[in-house]
Structure formats: C-alpha cells, structure tokens
C-alpha cells in the first residue's frame, strides 16, 4: 500500500522522494496543498519544496480519507483533524475488513454445504 519512510533522520524530503514514498503523482500532492493548509512544505529560494516528516503524515491521512474512505475535498478537511493516530485507524480498518471478510467466507460455505445436500439428494434417487 503506502510505502514507509526509508530514513527516519532524514528532516526534509523532496517532492520525488515524497511521490515515492506516497504513491502519488506530483499535480496532485500540488493541488492538495492549494487545498489543506495543514500540508505546507517549507520552500528553499529556487522554489523547491521540502517537505518534513509531518507532512508525510498529513499526505497519508488525506489519501486515506479521499481514496480509501471516499471523502470529498470538502469532507476531509473536515475530519482531517480528528484524525489522532493514524496507524490505530488503518488497523482497526484492516480488522473490519478482514471481519466482512469472513462473514462473506461462512455465507460461501453455507451456500456450499446447501448444494452438496442437493447434490447427494439427486445422487440418491
């Protein structure tokens, strides 16, 4: 999913190292600051962006909230903030789905052991 930060001394991340490490193309992480005032890299005098720990952070739980929760624009500024810990949320996400999971997994089975009685039934006769 979203690769992890190689170097964690690291204090500034350039925008190709942050498209990296996030998945995401450069337009896009450049629209989102227009955006979401909690994401403001730091810019050197030529203009580049450097972008800090923090901001990786941030970047992760706007593209949860767009991709992974369908959030409009306007909806994840909103809940951006209530987002605490980040890592408790994609693991309690990952246990809801592995739950939908195996609910969907027993009704599989079920169905199955519905068609075997059919199928020894019509065997039978």
């Given amino acids: 999913m979203i690769k992890e930060i190689q170097s964690k001394t690291k204090y500034y991340y350039t925008m190709s190292e942050v498209c990296n490490i996030t998945s995401l193309k450069p337009h896009v992480l450049r629209f989102w600051e227009t955006q979401f005032p909690q994401l403001h890299p730091h810019r050197r005098k030529s203009s580049n962006r450097r972008y800090t720990s923090k901001d990786i952070e941030t970047i992760k739980k706007i593209k949860y909230l767009l991709y ?31 739950e939908e999971k195996m609910k969907t997994l027993k009704n599989i089975q079920n169905q199955l052991k519905e068609l075997k009685k059919i199928t020894e039934k019509l065997k039978g006769k």
């Fill in 68 to 98: 992974v929760k369908g959030f409009t624009i306007k909806g994840a500024k909103k809940s951006l903030g209530r987002i605490t810990d980040f890592a408790e949320i994609e693991k309690k996400d990952a246990y809801q789905l592995d």
